[in-house]
């Protein structure tokens, strides 16, 4: 990963993963290391983009991450203005239409 995405992505106002106060240390542990989870596939799906725009699926086929961990950052980088949707359909990985995503700028 170089510099500019870890650059970048460290200014996005990402969602903080946190645990109770009143949670075992083992959460506050896994809330702790959530965050560099976090940072790390924004970077992957920013330099996915930089591919072109991809639904869900071809982003996390670029990226080398699972769906689920692209969904779970897609809205949170839209908010942060680093993606936007295309406002077409594209076709996923299990034949059905997904949403396109770009990067902003």
């Not at 993963?17 to 790390?40: E, I, L, N, T």
Request: net charge positive.
């Amino acid at each position: 990963m170089s510099d500019y995405y870890s650059t970048n992505t460290a200014m996005l106002p990402l969602f903080a993963p946190a645990a109770r106060q009143k949670d075992p240390p083992v959460s506050h542990a896994a809330a702790a290391k959530a965050k560099s989870f976090q940072r790390g596939h924004a970077a992957k799906i920013l330099a996915a983009l930089e591919h072109g725009p991809a639904g869900q699926s071809e982003i996390g086929r670029r990226a080398g991450l699972l769906p689920h961990q692209v969904n779970k950052r897609l809205n949170e980088l839209a908010m942060a203005g680093a993606i936007e949707l295309t406002g077409l359909l594209c076709e996923s990985s299990s034949g059905g239409k997904e949403r396109q995503w770009r990067r902003c700028g």
